[in-house]
Structure formats: structure tokens, C-alpha cells
């Protein structure tokens, strides 16, 4: 089979519509006034942005355009949401309940208003990654002002029960902010059905331009600016409004709602092909979060192929064509895997060798069956260099997913052989088996002709399952170079 482009990372974005970009252009140099000035090109846009911000609020069925916060992207909008909400409420109480697995943005605001007087509690999740609203009730105390929760988790694809949540918010007089980024698009929405009082989403998430959020308040929520100069926004937020973004976007809003249907049933088919597929042509593979069906987002999966790393395995498939996120934070120089699958206890080994893959509208069968027949070539190619695997194969370590009854957990081998507790010897494996791959990555190279560390560094991760920190096999690299 032939190589082919394959684009599976529309969680992390998606191609600009081409509706939406001819939207645009007369923006930039016809209808380029601003919206602030009172002459007839500041009416023209801002006749425009009426428009398109119509088309947006539509989305999520809002009472009204007027509702809506336009911000620079999806984590503006959740900082301007928790921590506006907090400035302006903190009169009312200083605790805010959020789950263990909200996105970095969520994470990181009440993280930061930790430090400046508020308390926070987390809400642990089963191990599909869903949120029991029972927990939320009990978490919730007097002093509780504020209840992030998000539709759909951007890791795993679960779908959270917000609905019975701001229920039971509802109940106290309790505000919910609903980070909606991997929801928006591709389910449908609505923030009054659903009770939330705050909602976030990003347009270039569902085929919109990047460098533009959404952040939906109902008017019984106050926030305060943390950007401040002019009144745009309402006031809530200063600056000159990025007028081509904002048009496009309301043109992606707008086709999403019409072709809503369409696109749910085409990715829906697809993602349960290439579920299949996967899981007949791969031994030890997990997915992590529900199956395909009703808890989960149509467009997402989340898998963990056991005794190999999400790098190599990310790397290798784009070498073949094929784009995919990696599920774990190697690829930022650190092994600290995902808090959220942290949080739904995911075996360390398994969340080293995380990817994600996520479909989009102008996916085909096509595509997922060469996905399926290239990756399950990949694993094995992974697996044939993987010390893990032939430890496994030895029946010195055992499998997570499957066990036999044979060998240690890796993370206990690894504990073994490192002298460190398990649970610190699970984040790096020092093993004289990456001398023995480096040195074998030296040899090639010198082969070739050439001595480039970084190159060395590449076939050595590729090839050593990632229980090894960047820092360490840079070390180990340059002194065996000398």
C-alpha cells in the first residue's frame, strides 16, 4: 500500500473551512475599519461581528450575542472565567470545587488563586474518566462560590454528567464554568439546558480560524476584566477585536450546526473501524476512557500499546504519513505522564506508550484502514527493538493488560534494578540496556559518517520505550562519545 497523508490530531486543531477563510479575506483589506470608530467602516464591521457573533451564540443555544466574551483562545477564556468569576465574587466565599482532570488552563487558574487566598477542592474520577456527581455534591461546602467541570475530557474523550451537576449547584446557588473546547463542534450543545452559568469553546477546534475563544456569561455571573483598557467586550474584555477571526469563526459555527448530524454519524463510523481494527491486529493494546458509544466523544481515541513509548511510536507514524498526538509529555523533555491519566490510575508503563488519535470530518475508510495496517506494522517494528518486549517475552516482566502470571510488573523490575521505590523508579529506568542501545545508535551513525548527538538521541528513544529522561541519555550519549 502506498504511503498516504493521514491527519489524526483534530483535538489539538483543524484545517481552516474554506467558507470560512473567503469569509475573511474582505476583512483584512476591504471591510477593515474598527469596530470601536463611529464612521461608516467602523459600522460596516461592526455589522459583521453582530453577525457572526449571532452564529457563534447559536452553537450553544444562547439567549443572546450579547452573552458571549470573544477572547484570543481557549485558555484565555478559562482564566478569564475562574479567575474573573473569583475576583468578583470572593465576598461571597473562597472555595472552588474542580475534577482531577480538567484541562492545564482550568488546572493552572485555580491553582493560582490557591495562592492568593482560595481553597480548592478535586474530585477524583472512575477509571473511565468520569466524574460522579455525588462526589461533586459532597465536595461542595458554604464557602463554595464557583464549580469547573468540562463536557468532554480533551485526553480520554469522556463525557461528563454536567447537566446533573449544575443541578446540584443549581441547588445552592453555586456558578458552573464548562470548559467545552473538545466538545464545541462536534455534539450538540446547550448552555441552557445544561445549566451552566459559564462556557468556554474554541471555533478552530471545529474547522474555525486559531487566535480566537468564546466564552459564554450568563448575565446573573459577574467577571471582572484582567485585561484592561478599552470597553470592548462589554468591558470584560479590552482590545481591539480581531474582526477576520471573529467572521470566520461564525461562518465555522454556523456550517457546524447544519452539518452537525452528518459529521457525528461519518466520525462515529469511523473512529468504531478503526477501534476494531486496532484491537484485532494488536495484542496488549488499551483504550483508555469508555468505548465507542454514548460516553464517549465521537471523534477520539486515546490508546496505550504496552512495552512500547508514545514517542516512537508517534515519530514512526508520521514517517509514514500519518499525524497523531502523543499522549504523554515526553516530547516536552519530561516524563511526568498526563495528570488525567494519572488521576484514572493508569499503570505508568501503559501511559509511556500513549498516543491519541482523532478523526475529523474529511477522514475516510480509506484512511483508517491504512492507519490500521501501518500502525500495527509499527508496533511490531517498536516492539521487535523494545528491551520490554523481550523481557516480556523472557517472562521476566509481565503484561498490564494481560497477565500470565509470569514475571514482575515493570514497574516493580524497574524498582529492582534502579534501587529506588517503585513508584519513584517507575519515572526513569537507568538500565545498562541504553548503553547497549546507544552504543549500537554510535555505531550506525559512525558508519555513515557522522557524530550528530541529537541523531544518536532520536534512534536511542525511538527504540528504549522512554523510561529514560532526556537529561539522562544526553549524559550517557555524550560520555560515550567522549
Known amino acids: 500500500m502506498d504511503k498516504r497523508s493521514v491527519y489524526l490530531d483534530h483535538q489539538t486543531t483543524t484545517p481552516v473551512l474554506e467558507e470560512a477563510l473567503q469569509a475573511m479575506l474582505p476583512y483584512f483589506r ?8 463611529l464612521h461608516r467602516f467602523g459600522l460596516q464591521v461592526r455589522e459583521g461581528l453582530k453577525e457572526a457573533k449571532e452564529k457563534l451564540a447559536a452553537l450553544i443555544n444562547a439567549e443572546s450575542w450579547e452573552d458571549l466574551i470573544i477572547t484570543s483562545g481557549g485558555t484565555e477564556s478559562s482564566n478569564l472565567a475562574i479567575k474573573g468569576f473569583a475576583d468578583a465574587n470572593h ?53 463554595t462560590i464557583l464549580v469547573c467541570v468540562h463536557l468532554v475530557n480533551h485526553d480520554i474523550g469522556t ?24 466538545a464545541a463542534g462536534w455534539m450538540p450543545i446547550d448552555v441552557r439546558d445544561l445549566g451552566v452559568q459559564l462556557l468556554s469553546f474554541s471555533p478552530h477546534r471545529f474547522y474555525g480560524p486559531k487566535g480566537i475563544g468564546v466564552l459564554y456569561r450568563n448575565r446573573k455571573a459577574r467577571v471582572t476584566s484582567h485585561i ?9 474584555r479590552a482590545g481591539t477585536e480581531n474582526v477576520p477571526a471573529i467572521i470566520g469563526a461564525g461562518v465555522a459555527a454556523e456550517i457546524a450546526v447544519k452539518e452537525m448530524a452528518v459529521r457525528v454519524e461519518h466520525v462515529a463510523m469511523l473512529q468504531k473501524r478503526l477501534y476494531d ?24 481515541l486515546n490508546l496505550s500499546t504496552e512495552f512500547i513509548e508514545g514517542e516512537g511510536q508517534l515519530l514512526l507514524l508520521d514517517y509514514q504519513g500519518i499525524a497523531v498526538a502523543s499522549g504523554s509529555s515526553c516530547v516536552s523533555k519530561s ?27 474529511d477522514n475516510t475508510v480509506e484512511d483508517v484502514d ?16 523494545s528491551p520490554m518486549w523481550k523481557e516480556f517475552e523472557e517472562g521476566v516482566i509481565d503484561s498490564v493488560i494481560s497477565p500470565t502470571g509470569k514475571g514482575k510488573s515493570f514497574t516493580q523490575h524497574a524498582a529492582d534494578i534502579s534501587g529506588k521505590p517503585s513508584h519513584e523508579a517507575s519515572q526513569e529506568l537507568p538500565s545498562p540496556k541504553i548503553e547497549e542501545l546507544a552504543r549500537t545508535a554510535i555505531k550506525k551513525l559512525n558508519a555513515s559518517g557522522s557524530k550528530d548527538v541529537d541523531a544518536v538521541i532520536k534512534e536511542v528513544r525511538t527504540q528504549a520505550a522512554g523510561f529514560i529522561s532526556a537529561k539522562t541519555l544526553e549524559d550517557i550519549v555524550r560520555k560515550l562519545l567522549g
Not at 95 to 115: D, G, Q, R
Not at 165 to 173: F, L, M, R, S, V
Request: charged fraction near 20%; proline fraction near 6%; glycine fraction near 10%.
Open 159 to 182: 463525557i461528563q454528567p454536567v447537566k446533573e451537576i449544575a443541578k446540584i449547584a443549581g441547588e445552592k446557588g453555586i456558578v458552573v464554568y464548562c470548559d467545552a473546547l473538545a
Open 228 to 236: 484592561h483598557g478599552g470597553v470592548q467586550e462589554g468591558g470584560r
Open 370 to 385: 491504512y492507519v490500521v495496517e501501518t500502525f500495527s506494522k509499527i508496533v511490531d517494528k517498536l516492539r521487535n527493538m
Open 91 to 143: 465576598r461571597k466565599g473562597n472555595h472552588i470545587v474542580v475534577s482531577a482532570i480538567e484541562h492545564p488552563s482550568v488546572m493552572n487558574s485555580v491553582e493560582y488563586l490557591t495562592k492568593h487566598g482560595f481553597e480548592v477542592t478535586s474530585v477524583p474520577v472512575n477509571p473511565i474518566g468520569q466524574i460522579n456527581p455525588e462526589d461533586v455534591r459532597a465536595a461542595i461546602t458554604d464557602k
Open 335 to 361: 516524563l511526568k505522564v498526563s495528570h488525567v491519566l494519572s488521576a484514572i490510575q493508569l499503570d505508568h508503563a501503559l501511559a509511556q506508550g500513549n498516543i491519541i488519535m482523532s478523526l475529523g470530518k
Open 30 to 37: 476591504e471591510a477593515y475599519g474598527s469596530p470601536s470608530s
Open 277 to 300: 481494527g486496532l484491537w484485532k491486529h494488536i495484542k496488549y493494546i488499551k483504550l483508555n476512557g469508555p468505548v465507542p458509544g454514548p460516553l464517549r466523544i465521537c471523534n477520539t
